[in-house]
């Protein structure tokens, strides 16, 4: 196991402490959002569900090293109401995931907020593009991508696959580069 990256700390927004979470902590967290079928498919990306002990190997896996997760703490109750991932792969690329468990947090911006503070996080330490396969029917997703700036780039399908066809299902790609995340404009930033 390699030393703790710098990458892997807690962090804050106007209405969220974003804490990090490993693997124990994450499992145990999210064991009953498992059987919430919109989160099962939207955060675990499976159309079915699986064992406990299927989970554990299957992840999410944070190791805080090339995979992190933070818990969204609301600043107002403290309570947790989601769980944002992100995954690092090879040459400065990455990509992320997101449930918002509570759903009376759901149309309030979370996700716009504590992706933009981790957008910054991840650029500022050697991150140079994320990327996204999302479901084309995953319009919340989609619009949250288009707002933090990413642009799409084609049409792909997703890597979990339809239980009915076998296949993955018609998806949108979409890329947010660090040169276009610093650029943007200060009004257009959602960090602040
Ligand atoms: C994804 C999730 C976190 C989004 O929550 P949210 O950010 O509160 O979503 P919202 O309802 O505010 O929708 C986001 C945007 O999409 C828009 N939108 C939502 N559904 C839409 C639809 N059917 N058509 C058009 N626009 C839509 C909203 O108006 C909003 O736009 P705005 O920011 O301009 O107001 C939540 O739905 C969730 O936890 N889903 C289950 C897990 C999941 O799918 N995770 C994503 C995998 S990466």
């Known amino acids: 196991m390699g030393r703790r990256s710098e990458l892997d700390c807690d962090l804050e927004t106007e209405r969220f ?3 990090r979470f ?3 902590r994450t499992f145990l967290l999210t064991r ?3 059987r919430d079928p919109e989160l099962l498919e939207g955060l675990f990306l499976s159309p079915r569900p699986y064992s406990l002990l299927q989970w554990w190997f299957r992840g999410p896996r944070p190791n805080g090293r090339t995979r992190f997760a933070h818990a969204i703490v609301s600043k107002a109750g403290g309570e947790i ?3 944002h991932l992100v995954v690092r792969l090879r040459d400065g690329l990455a990509y992320c995931h997101v449930a918002v468990h509570d759903r009376a947090w759901w149309g309030r911006g979370v996700v716009v907020e504590v992706r933009a503070r981790l957008l910054s996080h991840f650029f500022a330490h050697g991150t140079e593009r994320f ?3 999302i479901d084309a029917r995953n319009a919340p997703s989609i619009f949250n991508y288009r707002r933090l700036g ?3 780039t084609g049409n792909g399908t997703t890597h979990d696959r339809d239980p009915s066809t076998g296949q993955g299902r018609p998806a949108v790609e979409l890329e947010l580069r660090r040169e276009d995340w610093t650029g943007l404009a200060q009004g257009d930033r959602h960090d602040r």
Do not use: D, K, N, S
Request: net charge positive.
């Open 150 to 152: 990413f642009r799409a």
């Open 32 to 34: 009953r959002w498992r």
């Open 17 to 19: 402490h974003l804490r």
């Open 131 to 133: 990327v996204a396969t």
């Open 22 to 24: 490993g693997r124990l």
């Open 81 to 83: 109401i989601g769980l």
